[in-house]
């Protein structure tokens, strides 16, 4: 297993945390999956999964959390315990966390306790591109920036001690272009045959955090978080390179921009590299900012260093121009590039950078789009398909986050509401009650576990009148087939204990509840007919199997084809129903054998028995 | 030394195993590299596209205009592309046009391939091959990402070795798959 080897490899930013985490000597890493983050925790569900097949004992415990919030507890409990614990999740995790984050600060750790958010500036694959970086401060907990791989590996190593030695957890912050770059990172001997560690809990702490603890707790925080300053200064993860009487302060994926813009454009200049970026170093930028004559902090998303640098340079007394925000190309929003760093270095050293150094074809390319859709095969396209035929053209759809948030494409238009992880049932209750239009929620079924059932229980609780469709496909499919809950088999390759949803759903006392398959188009629009006719709520569980998963399972797969003699060219196949194996031919339609997965709705759509087996 | 290329294509079609068959084999023969690549989203039929950069590089994408070639496995794909290289660089792209699902439903549209290729053409080398019909040839559509490697390394626009590109293929795919990808490299490689 490459993960485990030694020497030099290429590894992605995430699987190079993974690795850091291992190299040390993790004992608890717990998640909820989430892009850009997700491959951490894969990689270290792959390493217990193969020692597990090689007979070896796992020397980690790992669990898919049910929620971020969940994760953090777990892990805040054995690090308190005394092991070293691993979290890792999206940016928007972090939301779900933050309530047991914010007192956990507090509280503090015992084993070294490392937090991972992965932010997404420019929204490659989320709802928003808040910038996480304002919850260490937010918090007062110290955060680790990386810019490449190896440094993603070093820094979570470095990130382990740090937390020991402060009695904090240590937020490891990244973005897409760190989690989702690979570079060469240097792999050092890795023991895996150690034990499983045991943890204890000492009783008598100040952990209950009623408020005469948490009066006592506050002010212990900022102690630690002031003693965070003093190593912050002394950090090695802060260094300063390149000489010049101009400056440019960057932090985390801007830094290698910022490195190549030099080089390209031939500037020498001083560049305050910030690996620690909370607290800040605030003496050594005091003294970078003495010895510049004019500084620029480049940096995406928020002003958080530039601020940090401005309130420094007051405080000092210290009177040097600082640039950043709204100069040349540096914005508050998306991610940054070269072309944005380069052309506004350009600028800030009076250089031309188009004309004189690289030659760049001013392209406009007008391209069709091509976003991701839902799979050929895929349950969702059966259900949308049913819900669309019988449901009343002005239905609300809220909808919530997975693949089944592509219904927002046409020809099924399936979402019209979207906050943040199970907010299509509390926007349900909402919905249903503002409006007379008739409602029917989305949500998935890892996505029902981990932030619906509150919001489940509200609707039952108040009595609230519309449908919910829990579209369960056994999996968490988006971000690469996670075990949920509902599963038989844990990340560790265990056994687990399914949780029974049907039942679920009856327990917490809805009174109409339908499972169906929507595979079979009609039993799925007779129930959705009648749960749109129940006075109150409904539930319609509909359950098949990703198309993804089933395909990995299944060897033989019946193919579809079209009978031209019976086909009308209606395309109902192509416009209403939308699988992307269809295609016109001249004036022929047709499936792509390569694309069909053989799921045998298209049959039941086409309203000429054109749609036949393939022989 | 800096070099970039890009690597474009559609989600499925071997895309980020391509770009990682190139980092692998460059740091073989001992070179930094640098490669970016978007995950989630693109696998559920969308664009997807790879940047892989070896040398004395840092930023894990390109800024527009400065690759030195694009490798793309679909002619829509190319054209979406040409922005990031550089003037009279290289566009190696297969021929088999693919229709974005939109398109079908009549979003958008796709131009007549002549069209695609002759844009490209104006600013660049432009380098057509069927892909598709060597994968075939090699013993499965699925070997398409590897003919493109061929041809990729025929080119000679990084500088790595054939028998980097061989080992780490051979380290890549399963073994029983291994000699179809290999035959899939030189078909690719004997096209240029």
Redesign the interface.
């Known amino acids: 297993m490459e993960l485990l080897g030694k020497g030099?490899?290429?590894l992605l930013g995430n699987e190079a945390i993974a690795r850091g985490a291992l190299e040390a000597g993790v004992d608890v890493v717990t998640t909820y999956p989430g892009?850009?983050s997700?491959?951490i925790a894969d990689s270290i569900s792959m390493v217990a999964r193969y020692l597990k097949s090689t007979g070896k004992e796992v020397p980690f415990y790992f669990q898919y959390s049910t929620n971020e919030k969940v994760a953090i507890e777990f892990a805040s409990a054995s690090s308190y315990a005394g092991l070293r614990a691993l979290t890792c999740m999206k940016h928007v995790g972090m939301n779900v966390a933050s309530d047991a984050f914010m007192t956990y600060a507090y509280v503090g750790c015992n084993g070294g306790h490392v937090i991972v958010t992965a932010d997404d500036p420019s929204c490659?694959?989320s709802q928003n591109e808040q910038d996480n970086r304002l919850y260490a401060k937010f918090a007062s907990l110290p955060m680790l920036e990386p810019s490449?791989p190896q440094e993603a590996k070093d820094m979570t190593i470095k990130a382990f001690e740090l937390s020991e030695e402060l009695k904090l957890p240590v937020i490891l912050r990244i973005t897409?272009?760190v989690a989702?770059?690979?570079?060469?990172v240097e792999l050092k001997e890795l023991n895996m045959n150690m034990k499983k560690k045991e943890g204890k809990f000492e009783k008598g702490g100040l952990a209950v955090t009623v408020p005469a603890i948490a009066r006592k707790l506050h002010p212990i925080l900022l102690e630690k978080i002031e003693k965070a300053r003093k190593i912050s200064n002394e950090s090695e993860l802060n260094f300063i390179e390149g000489n010049g009487e101009y400056g440019i302060i960057t932090s985390g994926?801007s830094?290698?921009?910022v490195?190549?813009a030099l080089?390209d454009l031939g500037i020498e200049c001083k560049i305050f590299k910030i690996g620690m970026s909370y607290p800040l170093p605030d003496e050594k930028i005091a003294d970078f900012l003495k010895k510049c004559k004019k500084v620029i902090v480049v940096e995406e998303l928020e002003p958080f260093l530039e601020e940090g640098i401005k309130v420094i340079a007051k405080e000092k007394g210290i009177d040097v121009e600082i640039i950043g925000k709204g100069y040349g190309n540096l914005k508050r929003y998306y991610e940054y590039?070269?072309?944005i760093v380069?052309s506004t270095l350009a600028e800030f050293f009076g250089k031309e950078w188009k004309k004189e150094n690289?030659?760049?074809?001013?392209?406009e390319?007008n391209?069709?789009?091509?976003?991701?859709?839902?799979?050929p095969g895929c349950p969702h396209r059966a259900t949308y398909y049913a819900v669309k035929q019988v449901a009343p053209k002005n239905t609300i759809y809220p909808t919530d986050i997975g693949?089944y948030t592509?219904g927002l494409?046409?020809?099924y238009e399936t979402a019209d509401f979207l906050l943040c992880m199970g907010s299509s049932i509390g926007t349900g209750c909402g919905f249903s009650y503002a409006t007379k239009q008739k409602v029917i929620s989305f949500i998935g079924d890892s996505t029902f576990y981990h932030a619906g059932l509150p919001a489940l229980i509200n609707a039952v609780h108040h009595n609230h009148n519309f449908v919910v469709v829990i579209l369960d496909n056994y999996t968490t499919a988006?971000?690469?087939h996670q075990p949920h809950p509902g599963n038989e088999i844990n990340g560790m390759g265990n056994e687990a204990l399914p949780i029974d949803m049907e039942k679920l759903v009856k327990g917490m006392g809805v009174k109409h509840v339908e499972v169906i398959d929507p595979r079979n188009l009609n039993e799925a629009k007779e129930a959705i007919k009648r749960a749109l006719e129940y006075d109150g709520l409904s539930v319609i569980i509909s359950k098949a199997p990703c198309i993804l998963l089933e395909r990995k399972l299944k060897k033989e797969r019946k193919l579809y084809q079209i009978n031209q003699e019976k086909c009308k060219k209606c395309k109902i196949c192509?416009?209403k129903f939308?699988c992307?194996a269809?295609?016109?031919d001249k004036n022929e339609v047709k499936i792509n054998p390569?694309l069909c997965t053989g799921c045998g709705v298209c049959p039941q759509v086409c309203p000429f028995d054109a749609i036949e087996v393939m022989k | 030394m800096k070099k970039s290329i890009v690597i474009a294509g559609i989600g499925g079609q071997g895309v980020i195993t391509a770009a990682n068959i190139v980092a692998k084999a460059a740091l073989k023969d001992g070179y930094n590299v640098v490669m970016s690549e978007l995950h989630g989203m693109a696998q559920r039929g969308g664009n997807v596209e790879c940047t892989v950069r070896i040398g004395n590089v840092y930023s894990p994408i390109v800024a527009n205009g400065t690759a030195d070639a694009i490798i793309s496995f679909e002619p829509l794909e190319a054209l979406r592309n040409l922005p990031k290289v550089k003037k009279n660089g290289i566009v190696l792209t297969d021929i088999n046009p693919i229709i974005p699902p939109l398109v079908s439903l009549g979003i958008g549209n796709y131009p007549k391939l002549e069209e695609i290729f002759d844009r490209i053409a104006k600013h660049c080398k432009l380098i057509k091959i069927n892909a598709d019909d060597l994968a075939r040839k090699a013993g499965s559509i699925l070997t398409k990402n590897v003919v493109m490697l061929g041809c990729l390394h025929a080119l000679k626009i990084l500088p790595i070795k054939e028998e980097s590109y061989i080992k780490t293929i051979k380290e890549t795919v399963p073994e029983k798959y291994v000699e179809m990808n290999i035959k899939a490299f030189n078909l690719g490689k004997e096209k240029i």
């Open positions: 030099k490899k290429v892009t850009p997700s491959e490659h694959s490449n897409t272009r989702h770059a690979r570079g060469v994926v830094y290698n921009y490195k190549e080089d590039n070269p072309d380069y690289i030659e760049v074809n001013d392209i390319v391209v069709a789009p091509r976003p991701p859709i839902l799979c693949c592509l494409l046409p020809p988006m971000t690469g192509i416009t939308a992307p269809f295609y016109m390569a």
